[in-house]
């Protein structure tokens, strides 16, 4: 027991119970952050995979992944070119579904299909390209488990997915469906024997239940859904044009990073291409701020973002303000980034106008 005087001070000069409060402060929701992101930048590294650390690089337009087919052209081309997101990934989803696939469902499946003629392979590369009139197109990127052979060949490849429960599925989607044909279409070429079978599996995150689908290859579905889709999304790149903002689910929009720049969200923004953060936007968050910034070594924090996350405006600069009725530049110190900023030095001649960004007028 440690003596205390009358006061309950001990003979170090500490209250009573004081060591606990540095150990409460290693626990606190910043130190997971750091220590998260910290554990998967060295998990990048150790896997000889460097690049999955910071903004990945800009894809050439006629180049599409299986697990991005179908999905809201104007989202992924955001994504694409790395515009500045708005809202952290959904990690605890992402982390969910490798864990199911990984610790569940392999082991399931194995247990399940294994015998003299078949075993379970992680997953088999595709890589096949198909003509359109936007050029060649190629589809690139690795399967889920496949049910193989004794040599290794393909029997039935499988697209695993999460959600919150599977009771209420009555179909598979339409992009789950996709990136199926694509997995058929890039075995079949791989191996030189035509594939036409595929299942999908959803697993629920609650009940830990399975769903399963089995999906057959539908030509029809393929040439003129899936292939026509990845037509259009090059055209958009080839032509550097910001698609619509019109995705097939719903859904896709309250999940979307890009709410805001897209005209979906809660500003006046609408329509804004990939580049830059917006101005009058304080959401961002602090690590995709640093992401884009570090990316970007030409763009500075906007007098917005300069007043959330103080301690980064000296690193990475703040934009100033300009104001188009005097021709001035006003420092970003000078306005209060909220709502609509007025210039000062107008103010001084009793003028009201609104200061814009400098970096979009000078
Ligand atoms: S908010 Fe909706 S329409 Fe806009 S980019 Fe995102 S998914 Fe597409």
Same mark, same amino acid.
């Given at each position: ?134 050029? &060649?197109?190629?589809? =690139? @990127?690795? #399967?889920?488990?496949?049910? +193989? *052979? $004794? ?58 239940e399975l769903k399963t689908f089995h999906v057959e290859f539908d030509a029809e ?38 709410? &805001?720049?897209?005209? =979906? @969200?809660? #500003?006046?923004?609408?329509? +804004? *291409? $990939? ?21 970007n070594p030409d763009e500075s924090l906007t007098p917005t973002l300069a007043k ?55």
């Amino acid at each position: 027991m440690v003596q205390t005087n009358s006061d309950g001070i001990s003979p170090d000069g500490q209250q009573p119970g004081s060591g606990i409060q540095p150990l409460l402060e290693r626990l606190s929701s910043d130190q997971f952050r750091e220590w998260y992101q910290d554990r998967k930048w060295r998990k990048n590294i150790e896997e000889g995979q460097p690049y999955f650390n910071g903004p990945g690089s800009i894809p050439d337009p006629e180049r599409h992944s299986p697990s991005q087919l179908l999905q809201c052209h104007r989202k992924l081309v955001y994504r694409q070119e790395n515009a500045p997101a708005e809202q952290s990934d959904p990690r605890g989803i992402f982390w969910f579904g490798t864990r199911f696939e990984e610790d569940l469902l392999f082991p399931f499946l194995n247990r399940a299909v294994t015998g003299t003629e078949t075993y379970v392979q992680n997953s088999i590369w595709i890589d096949f390209t198909v003509e359109s009139d936007a050029g &060649e197109l190629r589809i =690139k @990127g690795a #399967t889920d488990p496949v049910i +193989v *052979d $004794s040599d290794a060949a393909p029997v039935l490849p499988t697209e695993v997915k999460t959600k919150s429960a599977v009771d209420n599925i009555s179909e598979p989607n339409r992009h789950h469906r996709a990136q199926v044909h694509a997995y058929l279409v890039g075995l079949s070429e791989k191996f030189d024997r035509d594939f036409s079978d595929g299942v999908l599996v959803y697993g629920g995150r609650e009940a830990l239940e399975l769903k399963t689908f089995h999906v057959e290859f539908d030509a029809e579905f393929w040439d003129e859904v899936v292939v026509d889709w990845a037509e259009e999304h090059t055209q958009y790149r080839l032509d550097d044009e910001l698609p619509p903002a019109d995705p097939e689910y719903d859904w896709e929009c309250r999940f979307c990073s890009y709410r &805001e720049r897209c005209g =979906k @969200g809660d #500003t006046n923004y609408q329509d +804004v *291409d $990939s580049n830059g953060l917006l101005a009058g936007y304080a959401g961002y968050p602090r690590d995709d701020v640093v992401e884009y910034l570090e990316a970007n070594p030409d763009e500075s924090l906007t007098p917005t973002l300069a007043k959330e996350f103080p301690e980064l405006a000296k690193e990475y600069g703040v934009v100033n303000w300009y104001c188009r009725c005097c021709s001035s530049e006003v420092s970003w110190e000078e306005a209060d980034p909220q709502g609509d900023p007025l210039c000062p030095r107008c103010a001084e001649q009793d003028g009201l106008s609104t200061l814009s960004l400098a970096r979009e007028e000078l």
